[in-house]
C-alpha cells in the first residue's frame, strides 16, 4: 500500500490566487514528520516546510502552510498568492519513527501558474 | 557551505560497464540515502545508510551497490549499468528527527544517468 497519495498529477492557477495540493499518508507510528519539496524545471529539490505529528499548529513557512488534519491523514499544502516561480512539480514525504526510518515521496503534482 | 555533492552530474554510457556515483556531504550528517526519479513514479529510494557502515536496501535496490566506509561519503554503483537504469539520480542526507536538529532532508544536485 502507498504510504504518500498525492492524487492531483496536475493543478492550475493562476498569479496572486491560492492553491492547495493534496497529501495522504498512511502509518500506524504515532511519531512521524511531514515534508513538501519543491523540485522546478532545473531538477534541484528544494525544501519547503516540516510538520510533525505532535506539532500542535499548523506549520506556516512565508507563503507556504500546511493544514495537516491528523485524523484524516492529510497534509495538504497551501499556496497563498501563487507566483510565476511557484510553477514546478511539488512533492509530499513522510518519515517515521523518530527519522529513524527513510523518507518516502509521493508521486508528486505539477502545478502551474498562469499570468 | 552546507552542502550534498554529487558527481558526475551527467552521464551517457553503455550497457555493461560499471560507474559510480559518488556523493559526498560536509554537515556530519549521519543518514545518507539515494533515490532515483522517473517521469509518474516520483522518487523511490535504492539504498540508505543510517551510519557509518550500516547500509539497507530501500525500495528499488536491484542493479546497484553502495558503500559507507566514512561518514561524510556514500558512494552508488552500478557494477553492470542496463538501460532500464537510466535515471535522474539524487544523492541526500540529514541527521534523523529525533536529534531535534535538522529536520529535512538535503539534496544534492542530481545526477542524470543515461545507459545506452
Redesign the interface.
Given at each position: 500500500a502507498q504510504k504518500i497519495t498525492q492524487t492531483q498529477p496536475g493543478m492550475f492557477v493562476q498569479e496572486k490566487e491560492a492553491v492547495t495540493l493534496d497529501c495522504t499518508y498512511d502509518t500506524s507510528d504515532p511519531?512521524y514528520?511531514l515534508?513538501w519539496?519543491k523540485q522546478p524545471s532545473s531538477?534541484?529539490?528544494i525544501?519547503l516546510i516540516?510538520q510533525?505529528s505532535y506539532d500542535q499548529q499548523n506549520a506556516t513557512e512565508g507563503r507556504y502552510s500546511l493544514n495537516f488534519q491528523k485524523a484524516r491523514k492529510s497534509a495538504n499544502l497551501v499556496i497563498s498568492a501563487s507566483q510565476l516561480g511557484d510553477s514546478a512539480m511539488y512533492?509530499c514525504?513522510m518519515?517515521e519513527n523518530?527519522?529513524?526510518s527513510?523518507?518516502?515521496?509521493?508521486?508528486?503534482t505539477m502545478l502551474l501558474v498562469s499570468p | 557551505e552546507a552542502q550534498v555533492t554529487q558527481n558526475p552530474r551527467y552521464l551517457i554510457t553503455v550497457t555493461g560497464k560499471k560507474l559510480t556515483v559518488t556523493c559526498s556531504q560536509n554537515m556530519n550528517h549521519e543518514y545518507m540515502s539515494w533515490y532515483r526519479q522517473d517521469p509518474g513514479l516520483g522518487l523511490r529510494q535504492i539504498y540508505y545508510s543510517m551510519n557509518v557502515e550500516v547500509t539497507d536496501k530501500g525500495d528499488v535496490p536491484e542493479g546497484y551497490k553502495v558503500s559507507r566506509k566514512e561518514k561524510r561519503n556514500f558512494p552508488l554503483i552500478l557494477e553492470s549499468p542496463s538501460p532500464n537504469q537510466t535515471s535522474l539520480y539524487f544523492c541526500a542526507s540529514s541527521q534523523p528527527i529525533g536529534t531535534g536538529i535538522t529536520r529535512e532532508l538535503f539534496f544534492g544536485e542530481g545526477s542524470r544517468l543515461t545507459v545506452l
Open positions: 511519531s514528520g515534508f519539496y531538477g534541484e529539490m525544501f516540516y510533525g512533492f514525504a518519515r523518530w527519522g529513524y527513510t523518507l518516502t515521496f509521493g508521486k508528486g | -
